[in-house]
């Protein structure tokens, strides 16, 4: 009995330790339920933000408007819901799985403007990651060039110049119906025949959003 005890001991003593689970609020595949989660945690969030105004909020308030929206589509095996509106705004959520719990996207298009929201949902909760899709804009730039879409030197049409002088938003992000892959178009529109063209991915890899540009895979 004693042999059978240190045996027991033993083998628990060189287990690998057991990795924390999710709480139970960031378990699940549900793209309505974490949209419901998230609305209960903004209520919260939201008005303790409301007493600091010497932090940029912006990405939060975004999300409190993003999940207060009818939403027109509801993928949900596929943890993709979208709505469009008449003030030509358009919203897209869409959920991505990962061992710790899950990342919660929220984008919003409209009027030369990107809007975007990241929530990490873990063990420790709900946390903003407001970079989570950011590209500098040397990088914009870049992606822009790689597609072809930069005129050469001397010759009309769109410079890097002219895109560090944009006014509003130069990416646009379309969230996946299905798949870990975010899309990344153009977003300017002068002249017309830049705009909507495909200048590269953001993959959901090792639960972190990393840029691809067009041609070749994450690493």
Known sequence: MM?????????????????PAASAGCATTNIETALQRLEAHLKTAVASAS???SVDNSAMYFAEEAVGQTWTIRDVPNGYMAVGNDSFTAF??????N???????????GDSVINTAVYRCDKSGWTLEKNALEVPLDKAIQLYDNAGLIAPKGKPG?????LKDWGGSILAYH?????????ITSYVDEPDSAYGKELGTLEYVQSKFQVVPLKTKAK
Do not use: C, M, N, Q
């Open 3 to 19: 042999l059978l005890k240190a045996v027991v001991l033993l083998s628990l003593a060189s287990a690998p330790p057991a990795k």
């Open 51 to 53: 007493k600091d105004d």
């Open 92 to 97: 897209e959520a869409a959920l991505f799985k």
């Open 99 to 109: 061992p710790e719990g899950y990342h919660l996207v929220l984008v919003g298009t």
């Open 158 to 162: 769109l410079t890097r110049k002219d």
């Open 175 to 183: 969230l996946p119906r299905k798949g870990r892959v975010i899309r």
